[in-house]
């Protein structure tokens, strides 16, 4: 393991473990390999590795194409931002993305990807996706709440990268 460097403070070592665990989590929550990720973002199975145990040494630049690959934003809050008072109730559901979107769940969307086959699930960037090329196809008015609760969620936590709905 490289060496860590003289001048990290153990509050930024801790928070790139932080950051490294989150990736993990949330490649290991869509089913997706390191090796498929990592040749996705461009670099070594190694180097994701590097990324996940939150090293320092790795780029951060090859932090976000890790991330880029998984579909994570990366957004920069100053260090004093007050943590929010209101603490968010159990049943607020906005920006909730499930790990994978079973399409039996979601009416518009089963019918928008009609040239899916041989699955029955997808991910929430394949689902964000069919949404959003799709999109002049949907009868919002014929949306489940689940559904808008859905689209909802995958443009709040996936959308900067993609067009509006």
């Known amino acids: 393991m490289p060496a ?7 509050a930024t070592a801790d928070k790139l473990t932080a950051l490294g665990q989150q990736i993990r989590a949330y490649r290991k929550g869509l089913n997706i ?3 498929t ?5 461009g670099m070594s199975r190694i180097t ?8 320092p040494s790795v780029t951060i630049g090859a932090y976000f194409n890790a991330m880029t690959a998984l579909g ?10 007050p943590e ?7 049943d607020d559901h906005r920006g909730w993305i499930p790990t994978r979107i079973r399409l039996a769940d979601y009416p518009q969307l089963k019918q928008l990807a009609w040239q899916v086959h041989g699955t029955d699930e997808l991910t929430p960037t394949e689902a964000l996706s069919i949404y959003e090329r799709n999109w002049r196809h949907i009868d919002e008015g014929s ?21 509006k709905l």
């Open 37 to 41: 990720v990592a040749q996705a973002a």
């Open 72 to 81: 994570i934003n990366f957004g920069i809050i100053p260090a004093d931002t």
């Open 33 to 35: 390999s390191a090796t």
């Open 84 to 90: 929010p008072t209101t603490p968010q109730r159990d």
């Open 4 to 10: 860590k460097p003289n001048h990290l403070t153990q």
């Open 143 to 163: 949306l489940t709440p689940h559904e808008k609760e859905l689209v909802e969620a995958l443009h709040l936590g996936l959308g900067e990268h993609h067009a």
């Open 48 to 55: 994701l590795h590097r990324i996940e145990a939150g090293e």
